[in-house]
């Protein structure tokens, strides 16, 4: 298995509280990825890094940022928190390949259950 | 922009044959993947079509074809531990992450 993880697990916070969950890596893996997973939505992209100090938005990126001083770890950071943000939170990684030989397979850390009241 | 379309619920039986319909659209990705999550746990990866065809791998099998933007999961033998959600997942022209479905949750029953 990929050695990633993930900290908190969980996490319970009140709404207008800045919160940032931490994905630390030891793949030495170029990618890396935040996700939220709702019901319904299955995963879907808030952030992204191609690299120490690259980062790139997704397509739910309102209301976070991200940072990514060290190859291993990638920061996600809700300045104010708000209810709609309570979700399951995924980081991944994946390899810098050719196009050509991409398989596109991420791994995944175990996730981070944020509740925000 | 692209979206993919999944059923939200399959259920089957046990030593049955199931297969997972992911519909696209896209103007233009590199393949086709599928992940299995299971309640609780991380998504991990299952198979990738990047050409039209089919992909076999053990008892998984996945379906590509471009020209009517469909794929498949096909499981055989079901085994009660594949209950689980799958997802399909494209990475689109340029770009390095992943667009997933909303899933398909799968209940395997005795």
């Known amino acids: 298995d990929a050695g990633i993880t993930q900290s908190p697990r969980h996490k319970v916070t009140e709404t207008g509280t800045p919160v940032t969950l931490r994905c630390h890596q030891t793949?030495?893996?170029?990618?890396m990825y935040w996700y939220r997973q709702d019901p319904g939505h299955g995963l879907r992209l808030i952030h992204y890094?191609?690299?120490?100090?690259?980062?790139d938005k997704g397509e739910v990126s309102d209301g976070y940022s991200v940072s990514r001083s060290k190859t291993e770890d990638f920061l996600l950071t809700l300045e104010s928190a708000t209810s709609s943000q309570t979700s399951v939170y995924f980081c991944a990684i994946s390899e810098s390949k050719r196009t050509s030989g991409s398989k596109n397979e991420q791994f995944f850390g175990p996730g981070t259950r944020l509740t925000v009241l | 922009g692209q979206s993919l379309e999944q059923p939200s619920e399959v259920t089957a039986v046990e030593g049955a044959i199931v297969q997972i319909n992911c519909t696209y659209q896209t103007s233009g990705f590199y393949g086709l993947s599928w992940y299995q999550q299971h309640d609780g746990g991380a998504p991990t990866f299952l198979s990738y079509?990047?050409?039209?065809g089919l992909e076999e791998t053990g008892r998984f099998s996945s379906f590509l074809s471009r020209s009517d933007s469909y794929g498949y999961l096909l499981l055989q033998e079901l085994q009660m531990k594949d209950s689980a959600s799958y997802f399909c997942?494209?990475?689109?022209?340029?770009?390095?992450?992943?667009?997933f479905g909303s899933g398909t949750r799968l209940q395997v029953q005795p």
């Open positions: 890094s191609y690299g120490v100090k690259d980062t």
């Open positions: 079509n990047a050409l039209d």
């Open positions: 997942a494209v990475r689109r022209t340029g770009r390095r992450a992943l667009t």
């Open positions: 793949e030495n893996h170029r990618y």
